[in-house]
């Protein structure tokens, strides 16, 4: 019988004998696409229908970016979301339109730096006035972010340290340098002040959010790209073709390995030079090579295809140095 209301990573047991496995961590998505309905008749179910394939497969996220209005498909390669999105078309008669895919690049700083928010409007009665210094500092690839706050002697009262939070947070979410979220950094709130009357939880929350975009400018931003471990398994006649392929793709060849009558060659590549590799590694072996990919870590981007990035999204000129 057909089990309606258990998702991937539940755990089936006998009520009187309760147990519960281990959960599945999954990893973050690495690749996204901009999708769209082709009618207006097809946005109501296309919601449901990304619903439901959601509910099916936990590798595959949806957001909307405010920004643009757009949403978002993310998932772990292309060809998952090519599937996805004929699955649409075929088992919810959704038709629509995506995007060329965008990678998920990450910002982060080098170094440790502060800054300072204050927010401050009078507008006829009462104002609002906000005031606090930061400071960042960068943390270990993979650590994530973390929050402090340093305040001594009630120069910012405790109840607008969750406001600050909140800012920082926001900011780091839309990005600095390029437009994608920050991570793997510390930010400690240590000094502000405060008006009796004016101050409030908006002005604030401003506050930190200017803090931390002065403080990042000054801390010499990077953007990171996701890193894939690719496994190609080719006949021993195209292998310097495949390596010299990979090799122009800023890939780090990291060994090879005989399986049979069959090479196999190990290698990390930044998931930005991956788009249509399938097609490629079929064109380079007359189809008789195949390989296998998965996330591996994230690393920083060189600096000139950084430069690139971030001139098409058009925030900040990048810190010449």
């Known amino acids: 019988m057909g089990i309606r209301d258990t998702t991937t990573g539940d755990t089936i047991c006998n009520i009187e004998n309760p147990i519960v496995l281990e959960s599945i961590s999954f990893p973050e998505p690495v690749i996204s696409l901009a999708i769209e309905p082709a009618t207006k008749a097809d946005q109501e179910k296309m919601g449901i229908a990304l619903g439901k394939l959601s509910d099916e497969d936990p590798t595959f996220r ?34 629509a339109t ?15 730096a502060e800054g300072e928010g204050k927010y ?6 009462r ?21 402090k706050s340093e305040i001594r002697g009630g120069a910012i009262p405790s109840e607008f340290i969750s406001p600050i939070q909140k800012g920082v947070k926001e900011k780091m979410e839309n990005g600095i340098l390029a437009g994608f979220p920050m991570v793997d950094m510390k930010v400690a709130v240590f000094d502000g002040s405060y008006h009796d009357v004016d101050s409030s939880e908006i002005a604030f929350k401003i506050a930190g959010s200017l803090a931390l975009e002065e403080a990042a400018r000054k801390a ?3 953007l990171l790209e996701p890193i894939m ?21 800023r890939a780090q060849i990291q060994g090879t390995k005989k399986r049979g009558m069959i090479t196999v060659v190990l290698a990390e590549a930044p998931l930005a030079e991956l788009s249509g590799y399938a097609t490629k590694l079929r064109s380079l072996s007359q189809g008789r090579a195949s390989y296998y990919m ?23 000129e990048m810190p010449r140095r």
Do not use: W
């Not at 870590?297 to 001139?311: A, G, W």
């Open 62 to 95: 949806i957001k909307s970016n405010q920004e643009t209005g757009q949403t978002i498909i993310a998932g772990m390669g292309e060809l998952q979301l090519e599937v996805l999105v004929d699955r649409m078309k075929r088992e919810f008669n959704v038709e």
């Open 98 to 112: 995506t995007g060329a895919p965008q990678v998920a690049y990450k910002e982060t700083i080098k170094k440790i």
């Open 120 to 125: 401050i409007r009078q507008t006829g009665g």
């Open 127 to 147: 104002g609002q006035y906000g005031h606090c210094l930061l400071r960042i500092e960068p943390k270990a690839r993979g650590e994530g972010y973390e929050f």
């Open 220 to 222: 010499e931003m990077i």
């Open 229 to 249: 471990k690719i496994e190609v398994s080719t006949p021993e006649e195209f292998m310097g073709d495949v390596i010299g392929d990979l090799s122009a793709k």
């Open 294 to 316: 998965e996330p591996s870590h994230y690393n920083e981007v060189p600096k000139n295809i950084t430069e690139n990035i971030v001139s098409k999204a058009g925030k900040v």
